[in-house]
């Protein structure tokens, strides 16, 4: 039993529950970080749909190019009447459905698809969903959507066969996940315990009140203590697993035989347990399921002992999505799978070569020195040359906070470069652009110190073992 590093402040750490396995502390640390900071997520992470449209215009064109496909396939008049029904699990600020419907309106040119679509919403959160419901480019499909209070896969009130396409983006590496390994003969699985640092205590007097609260969670009681996740200090141990608790046990017993003694295996039990609810749901003829998270799907680097099953952002606990399990867990269910890399996908719609913006930045070769101002000040000199060739189809722009300790001289710069963008340039780090975009910048990219070879170097890169990738289930031949 071990407590994660932290410095000498974490010397006498203070007990705030017992040891029970990850995924439950997980459930719980979602609870307490969705009631306490869900309206600012994105203080804390970006998802490539929370601002970028270029994501959900690929899951528009994929769709329409598709269901046009079929109904020319069975052009029997029952098939081009009903609804279609398209469910996003953990919807997020509805951007990603706004571009999805935006898109599938503009290309849907006889109107076969649009009028018949029913969009659902669907989050664990109500202030999440709070956030979707007022997304302005979202109310211009206000008379197809429904905003819908769950957890996946708590959706037995849904009848089977009654859903069309399925998409969640960023969930999994959220939902229940089991770390694992053999032992002996044995399967153990990782326990936690959280703590709190000793520095903190002068800052909870009632410590017995403050433990009440945390443990429920009372959020709301939570919400007028001192902030206190991000100094959480984790114990952790290993104790034998309770096989007849676990779904799809037989299959991860099966699974863990593929790696060594002793090597921690991430189990995305949550997602597991989604993928078989997704295929009750999807009708028979349905267009399937697109999940898009980080991850891997290469046994090897589940094999290494070193590799980080998980971080925490924020107080939340996110974890490496097991994507070769999964692929096990679509064929048991009934289905098919078929992984590729995220930007494979987004790509084929655009019909270019794409990488992400923070891709660009990290083809630089030369880490900025200073303080964070200068990371700022490369930021948005990069995007200040991108956005010279990238039109955007919204009117959006970046809102960077800056350090607080900036020197003046350099605050009136980044002032000046995040006033003078663009009306449709990017409208977040983490977005897509086209090899298109970035070589025509390069030029003006060069002047900042980029490298033209090591940028298109970078569009052509192919994904690393651990990346954003792009599971779509449908049926099996």
Request: aromatic content about 10%; hydrophobic content about 45%.
């Amino acid at each position: 039993m071990a407590v994660q590093d932290g410095g000498n402040d974490d010397a006498l750490p203070q007990l705030l529950g017992e040891f029970a396995p990850v995924d439950v502390w997980q459930r719980h640390m979602n609870a307490v970080f969705y009631g306490l900071r869900g309206d600012r997520v994105r203080d804390f992470y970006q998802t490539f749909a929370a601002a970028d449209y270029r994501l959900g215009y690929a899951l528009a064109a994929d769709y329409v190019e598709r269901a046009l496909q079929r109904l020319k396939a069975a052009p029997a008049p029952g098939n081009a009447a009903g609804p279609l029904t398209v469910m996003e699990w953990g919807c997020g600020n509805g951007n990603l459905a706004a571009c999805f419907l935006d898109r599938v309106r503009e290309l849907d040119r006889d109107a076969a698809l649009y009028p018949r679509l029913r969009y659902v919403l669907l989050d664990a959160s109500d202030v999440v969903l709070d956030g979707a419901r007022g997304n302005a480019d979202l109310a211009r499909h206000r008379d197809r959507l429904r905003f819908v209070h769950a957890a996946v896969p708590d959706l037995s009130s849904w009848p089977d066969g009654s859903v069309d396409c399925i998409f969640c983006n960023e969930l999994w590496n959220e939902l229940p996940t089991k770390l694992l390994l053999r032992k002996a003969g044995d399967v153990l699985e990782e326990h936690i315990r959280p703590n709190l640092k000793e520095t903190r205590l002068a800052d909870f007097p009632d410590w017995a009140g403050f433990i009440r609260l945390f443990a429920k969670p009372d959020v709301d009681g939570l919400k007028h203590l001192p902030a206190f996740v991000d100094d959480l200090v984790w114990e952790r141990e290993y104790r034998a697993i309770e096989a007849r608790d676990v779904p799809f046990r037989r299959l991860i017993t099966d699974f863990l035989k593929l790696f060594d003694e002793e090597v921690l295996v991430p189990v995305n039990t949550g997602a597991a347990v989604a993928l078989k609810e997704a295929w009750r749901l999807l009708a028979p003829d349905a267009l399937g399921f697109s999940g898009f998270d980080a991850g891997t799907v290469d046994e090897a680097v589940l094999n290494d002992p070193d590799k980080p099953c998980y971080s925490v952002v924020g107080g939340q606990l996110s974890f490496l999505v097991n994507f070769a399990f999964l692929e096990d867990v679509a064929e048991q269910v009934g289905g098919r799978a078929r992984v590729e890399p995220q930007k494979e996908f987004v790509g084929r719609s655009v019909g270019a070569n794409v990488m992400s913006f923070m891709d660009v930045l990290a083809s630089h070769p030369h880490v900025p020195r200073g303080g964070p101002w200068e990371t700022d000040r490369l930021i948005l000199r990069t995007m200040e040359a991108v956005n010279a060739q990238y039109a955007g189809p919204y009117e959006r722009t970046v809102a960077l906070p800056l350090a607080p300790d900036t020197p003046d001289e350099v605050r009136r710069e980044l002032e000046r470069l995040l006033a003078g963008q663009t009306g449709r340039g990017m409208a977040d780090t983490v977005a897509y652009v086209t090899e298109d975009e970035v070589m025509r910048a390069a030029g003006q990219l060069e002047t900042l110190g980029y490298d033209r070879n090591a940028l298109r170097a970078a569009l052509t890169a192919p994904p690393q073992s651990v990346d954003y990738f792009h599971f779509h289930m449908g049926p099996a031949p």
